[in-house]
Protein backbone atom coordinates (compact mmCIF):
# COMPACT_ATOMS: atom_id res chain seq x y z
CA UNK A 1 0.00 0.00 0.00
CA UNK A 2 1.39 3.24 -1.10
CA UNK A 3 2.04 6.05 1.11
CA UNK A 4 1.09 9.12 0.34
CA UNK A 5 3.75 12.14 1.16
CA UNK A 6 2.22 15.14 1.91
CA UNK A 7 4.37 18.52 1.41
CA UNK A 8 3.75 21.94 3.08
CA UNK A 9 1.77 23.91 0.74
CA UNK A 10 3.69 27.35 -0.83
CA UNK A 11 2.17 30.65 -0.92
CA UNK A 12 1.41 29.97 -4.37
CA UNK A 13 -1.37 27.39 -3.20
CA UNK A 14 -2.67 29.46 -0.46
CA UNK A 15 -6.08 30.71 -1.35
CA UNK A 16 -7.25 34.50 -0.23
CA UNK A 17 -8.78 34.53 3.07
CA UNK A 18 -12.82 34.81 2.28
CA UNK A 19 -12.59 37.04 5.23
CA UNK A 20 -9.72 39.33 4.43
CA UNK A 21 -11.25 43.11 3.59
CA UNK A 22 -10.34 44.50 0.68
CA UNK A 23 -8.28 47.91 0.16
CA UNK A 24 -11.17 50.59 -0.49
CA UNK A 25 -9.76 52.35 -3.39
CA UNK A 26 -11.28 55.83 -2.35
CA UNK A 27 -8.09 55.29 1.21
CA UNK A 28 -5.88 54.99 -1.47
CA UNK A 29 -6.42 57.82 -3.45
CA UNK A 30 -6.93 60.01 -0.45
CA UNK A 31 -3.54 58.61 0.79
CA UNK A 32 -1.96 59.89 -2.77
CA UNK A 33 -3.22 63.25 -2.77
CA UNK A 34 -1.58 63.72 0.80
CA UNK A 35 1.42 63.11 -0.24
CA UNK A 36 1.51 64.98 -3.60
CA UNK A 37 0.18 68.02 -1.49
CA UNK A 38 3.39 67.54 1.37
CA UNK A 39 5.98 67.33 -0.78
CA UNK A 40 5.93 70.70 -2.12
CA UNK A 41 5.22 72.04 1.56
CA UNK A 42 8.15 70.34 3.07
CA UNK A 43 10.51 71.38 -0.05
CA UNK A 44 9.13 75.19 0.06
CA UNK A 45 9.75 74.86 3.73
CA UNK A 46 13.21 73.51 3.66
CA UNK A 47 14.07 76.62 1.11
CA UNK A 48 12.76 79.14 3.43
CA UNK A 49 14.99 78.02 6.32
CA UNK A 50 17.68 77.28 4.16
CA UNK A 51 17.31 81.09 2.64
CA UNK A 52 16.69 82.55 6.60
CA UNK A 53 20.31 81.33 7.63
CA UNK A 54 22.67 82.22 4.07
CA UNK A 55 24.09 85.56 5.10
CA UNK A 56 22.30 88.30 3.37
CA UNK A 57 23.94 89.28 -0.26
CA UNK A 58 25.84 92.40 -0.27
CA UNK A 59 24.76 95.73 -2.22
CA UNK A 60 26.60 97.27 -4.25
CA UNK A 61 27.79 100.85 -2.72
CA UNK A 62 26.12 103.54 -5.59
CA UNK A 63 28.93 105.11 -7.38
CA UNK A 64 30.47 108.30 -6.23
CA UNK A 65 28.59 111.53 -7.47
CA UNK A 66 30.13 115.41 -7.63
CA UNK A 67 27.25 115.98 -5.16
CA UNK A 68 27.50 112.73 -3.09
CA UNK A 69 28.65 112.62 0.34
CA UNK A 70 32.14 110.90 -0.75
CA UNK A 71 35.99 110.98 0.66
CA UNK A 72 36.81 114.87 0.22
CA UNK A 73 40.24 116.18 0.49
CA UNK A 74 41.40 118.48 3.35
CA UNK A 75 45.11 119.24 1.78
CA UNK A 76 46.11 122.96 1.58
CA UNK A 77 44.69 124.21 -1.90
CA UNK A 78 47.66 125.72 -4.25
CA UNK A 79 47.05 129.60 -4.95
CA UNK A 80 49.45 132.09 -5.92
CA UNK A 81 50.27 134.96 -3.38
CA UNK A 82 51.22 137.93 -5.27
CA UNK A 83 52.84 140.78 -3.33
CA UNK A 84 50.54 143.67 -2.70
CA UNK A 85 51.05 147.21 -1.62
CA UNK A 86 50.15 148.37 1.67
CA UNK A 87 46.17 149.04 1.53
CA UNK A 88 45.30 146.25 -0.57
CA UNK A 89 46.96 144.47 2.18
CA UNK A 90 45.06 145.90 4.93
CA UNK A 91 41.60 145.35 2.87
CA UNK A 92 42.29 141.58 1.96
CA UNK A 93 43.39 141.02 5.54
CA UNK A 94 40.09 142.10 6.82
CA UNK A 95 38.22 140.11 4.02
CA UNK A 96 39.55 136.92 4.60
CA UNK A 97 38.91 137.21 8.40
CA UNK A 98 35.15 138.17 7.48
CA UNK A 99 34.97 135.18 5.25
CA UNK A 100 32.56 132.10 7.10
CA UNK A 101 34.22 129.03 8.00
CA UNK A 102 31.70 127.50 4.99
CA UNK A 103 30.52 128.41 1.69
CA UNK A 104 26.72 126.30 1.46
CA UNK A 105 28.26 122.54 2.36
CA UNK A 106 31.82 123.01 1.32
CA UNK A 107 34.15 123.81 4.33
CA UNK A 108 37.26 126.00 4.75
CA UNK A 109 40.15 123.94 3.75
CA UNK A 110 44.38 125.83 3.98
CA UNK A 111 46.11 126.84 1.33
CA UNK A 112 49.61 126.62 -0.29
CA UNK A 113 50.58 130.36 0.25
CA UNK A 114 48.76 133.86 0.78
CA UNK A 115 46.50 132.83 3.92
CA UNK A 116 46.28 136.82 4.19
CA UNK A 117 45.14 137.38 0.50
CA UNK A 118 43.26 133.68 -0.15
CA UNK A 119 40.94 131.23 1.01
CA UNK A 120 39.67 127.87 -0.27
CA UNK A 121 36.68 125.53 0.31
CA UNK A 122 35.50 122.21 -0.79
CA UNK A 123 37.09 119.81 -3.33
CA UNK A 124 37.42 120.44 -5.93
CA UNK A 125 38.10 123.70 -4.76
CA UNK A 126 36.15 126.99 -4.91
CA UNK A 127 38.63 129.42 -4.44
CA UNK A 128 38.58 133.49 -3.16
CA UNK A 129 41.58 135.84 -4.21
CA UNK A 130 41.83 139.15 -3.12
CA UNK A 131 44.01 142.11 -4.83
CA UNK A 132 44.33 140.73 -8.15
CA UNK A 133 43.21 142.98 -11.06
CA UNK A 134 40.11 144.18 -12.01
CA UNK A 135 38.78 142.89 -15.38
CA UNK A 136 37.86 145.49 -18.23
CA UNK A 137 34.28 144.76 -19.50
CA UNK A 138 32.06 145.74 -22.48
CA UNK A 139 28.84 147.74 -22.41
CA UNK A 140 27.69 143.94 -23.54
CA UNK A 141 29.13 141.98 -21.02
CA UNK A 142 26.50 140.29 -19.07
CA UNK A 143 27.02 141.57 -15.36
CA UNK A 144 25.43 140.53 -11.75
CA UNK A 145 24.47 141.99 -8.72
CA UNK A 146 24.51 139.24 -5.50
CA UNK A 147 24.08 140.93 -1.91
CA UNK A 148 25.04 144.61 -3.19
CA UNK A 149 28.20 142.95 -5.25
CA UNK A 150 28.83 143.96 -8.83
CA UNK A 151 30.38 140.71 -10.52
CA UNK A 152 31.84 140.02 -13.86
CA UNK A 153 31.70 136.38 -14.38
CA UNK A 154 34.33 134.55 -17.37
CA UNK A 155 33.00 131.08 -18.50
CA UNK A 156 35.81 128.50 -19.01
CA UNK A 157 35.90 125.50 -19.59
CA UNK A 158 36.49 123.84 -16.06
CA UNK A 159 35.44 126.81 -13.81
CA UNK A 160 33.58 130.00 -13.68
CA UNK A 161 35.76 132.95 -12.55
CA UNK A 162 34.01 135.80 -10.94
CA UNK A 163 35.36 139.23 -10.33
CA UNK A 164 34.03 142.00 -8.30
CA UNK A 165 33.80 145.35 -10.32
CA UNK A 166 33.14 148.05 -7.60
CA UNK A 167 35.01 147.90 -4.86
CA UNK A 168 38.44 149.27 -3.89
CA UNK A 169 40.00 146.45 -4.46
CA UNK A 170 39.21 143.20 -6.39
CA UNK A 171 37.87 140.09 -5.27
CA UNK A 172 37.58 137.12 -7.32
CA UNK A 173 35.97 133.99 -6.91
CA UNK A 174 36.78 130.51 -8.83
CA UNK A 175 33.45 127.98 -8.99
CA UNK A 176 34.65 124.86 -10.55
CA UNK A 177 32.05 123.14 -13.17
CA UNK A 178 31.62 120.60 -10.63
CA UNK A 179 29.31 122.92 -8.79
CA UNK A 180 25.90 123.81 -10.48
CA UNK A 181 24.51 127.52 -10.65
CA UNK A 182 28.00 129.50 -9.93
CA UNK A 183 25.97 133.14 -8.64
CA UNK A 184 24.17 130.44 -6.15
CA UNK A 185 27.50 130.05 -4.19
CA UNK A 186 28.56 133.92 -4.11
CA UNK A 187 26.11 135.33 -1.25
CA UNK A 188 28.13 134.49 1.89
CA UNK A 189 31.21 135.46 -0.02
CA UNK A 190 29.14 139.11 -1.18
CA UNK A 191 28.22 139.65 2.71
CA UNK A 192 31.78 139.09 3.54
CA UNK A 193 33.03 141.51 0.99
CA UNK A 194 30.35 144.35 2.14
CA UNK A 195 31.06 144.01 5.59
CA UNK A 196 35.36 144.93 4.55
CA UNK A 197 35.88 145.90 1.12
CA UNK A 198 35.24 149.29 0.47
CA UNK A 199 33.02 150.25 -2.44
CA UNK A 200 35.09 151.58 -5.51
CA UNK A 201 33.02 154.19 -6.56
CA UNK A 202 29.62 154.53 -8.66
CA UNK A 203 29.07 150.58 -10.12
CA UNK A 204 29.00 149.71 -13.84
CA UNK A 205 25.61 150.40 -15.62
CA UNK A 206 25.06 146.94 -16.05
CA UNK A 207 24.75 146.41 -12.51
CA UNK A 208 22.41 149.41 -11.55
CA UNK A 209 19.34 148.34 -10.79
Known amino acids: ?11 TDVAPSADRPA ?16 VP ?22 DPSPSSAGPRSSAPVEMPAPALAERPGVVCRALVSQLPATVRDLAQRPVTAGAEQN ?28 NRVCWYADERSD ?15 TVPRAYEGA ?26 G
Open 41 to 62: VTVAVAGFTFAKLSPDTPVAAP
Open 119 to 146: AAYGDPALTVACGGAEPTVDATDHLWTV
Open 183 to 208: LQWLSPISDAVVASVPSGGDSPAGCR
Open 159 to 173: ATVLTTLDRETAVTV
Open 1 to 11: MDEKTSSPETP
Open 23 to 38: VDRSTRRAALWATLVA
